[in-house]
C-alpha cells in the first residue's frame, strides 16, 4: 500500500476484555515495528519483526502483551485481559529492511480501556 | 482528534524566523539519530537523519546537527512556516544484535506565529 495501514482507528473497550490491534506496513517493507505513544511522550518501543521472526520484544510491559506476523507482512498487536493504564495511542512503523533505518508510521490505533 | 502532546516544552517563533529545536540524548553508543515531526491526528514523519560520523547534515530548509562530546542534537529550520507547526522529536538509534531499535526523546511542540 501507500503507507503503513492500522486498524481500527479508535478502539473502545471495558477492562477485562482482550484487543487485537492490526498494522498492514507498506508494501515490501521487511521490518515491522510496534511502539506505543502516551499525550505528551516520544513512542516507546514495544517490539520489532524482521518477516515473519520476532526479533526484539524487550519492550512489551508483561505477558498480556504479544505480537506476531505470520506470513510477514501483516501484523497483529494483542492485549489480554486489558487495564486502564493500556490505554494509550498504539503505533506501528515499517522499513525497508533491517538495516534502513527510516522507519515510516502509520496513523495509529487509539486504545480506550473503560 | 488526537492531541498531540499536552505539556510539551514549546517554542513560539515568527513566521518567516529560523527555528532551532534542541534535543540531548542518553546513549553515548548510539550511532544513528533521527528527526521527526508529529502533527495532531497523524504518526511521526522523518524530517532529516545524521550518523554519529558526522556533525552537520543539510535537507531542504532543515539542518541537523551533532555534538557528541555534550550528546546534543539540534534541528535548524529555515524561514520557518505556518506548516511548520508540528511536535518534533528526536530519536536515537540503540544498535544491538537485532538490529534497529529507535529511542525517542520528549518532543517539543513549535508554534509558528503568522
Known amino acids: 500500500g501507500a503507507g503503513v495501514s492500522q486498524s481500527p482507528r479508535y478502539k473502545v473497550t471495558k477492562r477485562g476484555q482482550d484487543v487485537a490491534l492490526r498494522c498492514d506496513p507498506i508494501s515490501g517493507h521487511v521490518s515491522l515495528y510496534w511502539y506505543r505513544q502516551a499525550l505528551g511522550q516520544g513512542p516507546e518501543f514495544l517490539t520489532y519483526?524482521?518477516?515473519?521472526?520476532?526479533?526484539?520484544k524487550s519492550g512489551l510491559p508483561n505477558d498480556r502483551f504479544s505480537a506476531e506476523r505470520p506470513e510477514g507482512s501483516i501484523s497483529t498487536l494483542t492485549i489480554q485481559r486489558t487495564e486502564q493504564r493500556d490505554s494509550a495511542m498504539y503505533r506501528c512503523?515499517?522499513?525497508?529492511?533491517?538495516?534502513?533505518?527510516?522507519?515510516?508510521f502509520g496513523s495509529g490505533t487509539q486504545l480506550s480501556v473503560l | 482528534g488526537e492531541s498531540v502532546g499536552l505539556h510539551l516544552p514549546t517554542l513560539s517563533v515568527q513566521e518567516g524566523d529560523n527555528s532551532i529545536i534542541n534535543c540531548a540524548y542518553s546513549n553515548s553508543a548510539s550511532d544513528y539519530f533521527i528527526w521527526y515531526k508529529q502533527e495532531s491526528g497523524k504518526g511521526p514523519q522523518f524530517i532529516i537523519d545524521i550518523r554519529s560520523n558526522m556533525d552537520k547534515r543539510q535537507g531542504q530548509r532543515v539542518t541537523v546537527l551533532l555534538n557528541k562530546t555534550v550528546k546534543h542534537l539540534s534541528l535548524q529550520i529555515a524561514a520557518t512556516q505556518p506548516g511548520d507547526s508540528a511536535v518534533y522529536f528526536c530519536a536515537e538509534r540503540v544498535r544491538n544484535n537485532a538490529g534497529n531499535m529507535l529511542t525517542f526523546g520528549g518532543g517539543t511542540r513549535l508554534m509558528v506565529k503568522p
Open positions: 519483526f524482521n518477516y515473519e521472526a520476532q526479533q526484539d
Open positions: 512503523a515499517s522499513s525497508l529492511g533491517p538495516t534502513n533505518e527510516k522507519l515510516f
